[in-house]
């Protein structure tokens, strides 16, 4: 059964203070691995695709990448803008219509 | 401006009401797709449409209805038999249903039960 695990469920930084999210997934023939950043009251924003392991891809502050089993969203010198629930997703392997399993999603709180 | 669409942003239903949520894009994306969102777990899969005049049914469909009669619309429909309807609902689309392209997000409604 295709899983998608995210840890932590949250995770407070003081502004300056880097760290990694993670996301693991059990399914065979990764065919992608999306990760989206949500406001509270909002839909998911896309951030990034991931295709393949070894793959890194950065905006800004974020940097996701991907082994066989997990992805890491590494936040570098944090802000208060970038507090925000941050969630993960992998399209299901027995499914051809573009179906995703999400992970609950990790909450960030980045304080001053 | 491009993108999706829904509305109400807020909806209040009493018990034993139906209640429509609408989902509008202009992205001319073939595939539509309706989440339900609860606090403290993953985004579930109600339905979703990759052409218009078919839908899927989800994880989670019991209690809710749809309808893809134009590419640019997949309202979803709340029944009085969805036993806990509160919620925050989740439209997205993509360009194709096939392959590993992303999902985008409109802004969500959010149904309360009274």
């Known amino acids: 059964e295709d899983q998608v695990t995210q840890s932590p469920e949250a995770l407070r930084l003081q502004e300056g203070e880097s760290s990694s999210l993670n996301c693991s997934y059990t399914v065979s023939g990764l065919r992608g691995l999306f990760w989206y950043r949500q406001d509270p009251g909002k839909g998911p924003e896309f951030l990034f695709t991931l295709y393949s392991a070894g793959e890194e891809k950065e905006k800004e502050r974020l940097k996701a990448t991907l082994t066989k089993k997990e992805s890491f969203l590494h936040i570098t010198a944090p802000k208060p803008e970038d507090s925000a629930t941050y969630l993960c997703a992998v399209p299901l392997t027995t499914d051809s219509w573009g179906k995703l399993q999400f992970g609950a999603g990790t909450q960030v709180v980045v304080t001053p | 401006d491009g993108g999706i669409t829904q509305s109400p942003k807020y909806l209040f239903r009493k018990e034993g009401q139906n209640v429509t949520l609408s989902c509008e894009q202009n992205l001319n994306h073939d595939a539509m797709y309706w989440y339900r969102q609860d606090p403290g777990q993953g985004l579930r899969l109600i339905y979703y449409?990759?052409?218009?005049?078919?839908?899927q049914k989800g994880d989670i469909a019991e209690g809710y209805s749809v309808s893809r009669e134009k590419k640019e619309s997949f309202p979803l429909t709340v029944t009085s038999a969805q036993k806990n309807p509160t919620a925050f609902y989740l439209c997205a689309t993509k360009s194709q249903p096939w392959g590993g392209n992303e999902q985008f997000f409109g802004p969500g409604t959010r149904l309360t039960v009274l």
């Open positions: 449409s990759q052409i218009v005049n078919d839908f």
